[in-house]
């Protein structure tokens, strides 16, 4: 009946109710330990007095803390990201090869020589009747950091959802730029051949003229100026696509005597199950290779998950290590203030209420610690997303999530009650010795 | 006026050091209610140790500490906890303030654990005594203060909950003359008008001339005993 209950809520309700239990046991202790007493003024005292073993205590727990916090927010983020990326991308299809290597190459754009597909190929997928849209790419120049991609209108419309700042590009020197690119509309420029280091500046004649801006999409094809795919062959003296006669045509439909190649076709599907059958359609021995970008990168996290298992086995251990060095340092801390505990013991106060300075000491002590150290997890996440999208332009978000709330919560939890033990040991502590000081 | 379940008597009281050293041996002391008792010697004599013997803070001891019917040697941790913060008033010899706190928080640090009904006169009594000690009360840490301003807030902390028992290790140490003998009219007052107990580890002359009796010290035994 319990786990009718518990399946039945929704998975926010579940984690609400997860993150109450893990506070539960410390609130608890707070209200018992602390009842009918007031040891505010002298755990703030001591706060005070022990400022900078305090301060350096507490950052030592924020640090380990937030850097826990800060690698699975940012392992989230990386996979939200690249996810978010490959999110337009239903189906691609290439000549056969690493799914892998081909994905990097026609989603993430990372350079890389790939075998073409031919004209009739293409022409058979983009009539394909389940297929709604089919893009041909064409890849090898570059304007500076930014590839130069090769695609067709309807294409640049689907990634950038239409929102597009100038208009289309309506003829094959004509370029729409991705959000990060460092130029404005109305630029013109002629394309290196080539990409990056490798890239030859004077190689080609025909300028590029930039018309259209496209808003963010969080992938590498902010990065990116796209103009129409007949503009790159053009510009590599290939055939644009197109029979002769026909060469005021801009995109589909092609024409397979006259199309040059694609090293990837990315296609979009009306459903699920056209998406599925396509996928099954495409992939041909020694002919064609079809995948959903999104499952490749499922994969490749379930690879990397024996990976996360082992660094989660680490973690545990770090994690269990810095409680007991939290023990450690509490034990040593407490012992700064002996003598202002037996000074209350020999005041007459009750052994409840020399627990209860010392274990709220020890419990603000923890809870500052790992609040900071929240704050210096997602901080050190953004700071991470930040140089990864500068670097790929993957939107990589900073965000905390519940199992980082819950760890965070755990720690506490477990620590706090660690520290019954320092509060304990302390009333051991024979009193006049102290009081001699 | 003397209230005779605060009669102190001493029998054959052993405190043991390390490797079994006697610090203290006192086979009879007694001292009844609405006494007050003065005790000299020279320096590590044991007068601190008979003071915190007497407040129950040693622990099982050999031997027994009576105040009136209540046996502080036989009894748990908790009921000598509770004995001393209803009935036992300590100035220490070093003070022992809360450096952080101010004066008023610091003579009345009873009021953090002691039962709610008790904390509003508690803080009233913190108040008087720091005024008529002449403290100023602003809300400065007593970090800053003076030897003397220190004593003077130990003395109001030992007094604000209003105990029948006063031990006090050196409590006119670091106080000029004048104030020295206003502390001693106090305390003295305070055993002739209600009957407290007032027992006194001094090298102060004038003060131990106001005690009814005197006893000396020396390597943790009674040497002698004047009656004034
Ligand atoms: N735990 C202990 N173990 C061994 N010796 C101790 C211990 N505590 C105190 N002593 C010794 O007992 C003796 C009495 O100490 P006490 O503090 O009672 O002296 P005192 O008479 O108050 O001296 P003073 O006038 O200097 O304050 C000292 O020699 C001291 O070193
Ligand atoms: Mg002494």
Known sequence: ?437 | MANEIFDLRVRNLEVLGTRDRSILSVPRLEAPAGCALGIHGPSGAGKSTLLFALAGLLGQTKGQVLWGPTDLNRQSERQRSRFRAANIGMIFQDFLLFDELGPVDNAALQTLFAPHARRPGIRRMARDLLTSLGIEQDSRSVASFSGGERQRVAVARALAHDPMIVLADEPTASLHRAAADALTDDLISRVEDRGCSLIVVSHDDRLLDRMDRVISLEHGTVTGGIAA
Not at chain 1, 22 to 50: E, H, K, Q
Not at chain 1, 78 to 101: H, N, Y
Not at chain 1, 365 to 394: E, K, P
Request: charged content about 15%; aromatic content about 8%; glycine content about 10%.
């Open chain 1, 1 to 437: 009946m319990w786990q009718n209950f518990w399946q039945e809520l929704s998975t926010n309700a579940q984690n609400a109710l997860m993150a109450a239990g893990l506070v539960l046991p410390v609130l608890l202790c707070w209200v018992l330990v602390r009842r009918g007493f007031r040891p505010a003024p002298l755990v703030r005292a001591i706060l005070w007095r022990y400022r900078w073993a305090n301060a350096m205590f507490t950052l030592l727990i924020a640090i380990s803390v937030g850097m826990g916090l800060g690698l699975i927010a940012q392992e989230r983020g990386l996979r939200k990201g690249m996810a978010q990326a490959a999110d337009k991308f239903d189906i691609v299809i290439t000549a056969p090869g690493s799914e892998l290597t081909m994905m990097l190459a026609s989603v993430f754009l990372r350079a890389t020589d790939t075998p073409l597909l031919d004209g009739p190929t293409y022409n058979e997928i983009a009539n394909h009747p389940r297929v709604e849209l089919a893009a041909p790419l064409a890849f090898g120049d570059s304007v500076g950091e930014a590839p130069v991609v090769g695609t067709t209108a309807s294409f640049v419309t689907h990634l950038s959802d239409g929102r597009i700042e100038g208009r289309m590009f309506a003829t094959p020197y004509e370029a729409v730029i991705g959000a990060a690119v460092p130029m404005q509309i109305g630029d013109s420029t002629i394309p290196a051949h080539g990409r990056g280091a490798a890239a030859i500046a004077d190689a080609h004649a025909d300028e590029i003229t930039v018309v259209g801006r496209m808003a963010r999409t969080g992938s590498p094809w902010d990065n990116a100026v796209l103009t129409p795919v007949e503009g790159v062959w053009l510009v590599h003296g290939l055939a644009d696509g197109h029979a002769p006669g026909s060469e005021a045509t801009l995109g589909e439909p092609f024409d397979a005597e006259y199309f040059p190649g694609t090293p990837a076709v990315i296609v979009r599907a009306g459903s699920l199950a056209a998406a599925y059958a396509l996928r099954s359609e495409f992939t041909r021995e020694a002919e064609t290779m079809a995948f959903f970008p999104g499952a490749v990168l499922a994969n490749l996290y379930r690879v990397m998950g024996d990976v996360r298992q082992a660094m989660s086995i680490m973690a545990t251990v770090t994690q269990a290590l810095v409680a007991a060095s939290v023990l450690l340092g509490l034990f040593i801390l407490v012992r700064l203030f002996q003598r202002q505990m037996a000074l209350l013991r020999a005041l007459g106060a009750p052994g409840r209420f020399i627990f209860a300075v010392i274990w709220s000491y020890c419990a603000t002590l923890l809870v500052a610690g790992a609040a900071l150290g929240a704050v210096l997890g997602l901080g050190a996440t953004w700071v991470l997303g930040r140089i990864v999208t500068a670097r790929t332009d993957i939107l990589v978000e900073a965000s905390l999530g519940w199992t980082e709330l819950h760890l965070g919560l755990g720690f506490v939890t477990l620590a706090s009650l660690l520290s019954l033990l320092p509060a304990w040991a302390q009333l051991r502590q024979p009193v006049v010795s102290h009081l001699r000081g």
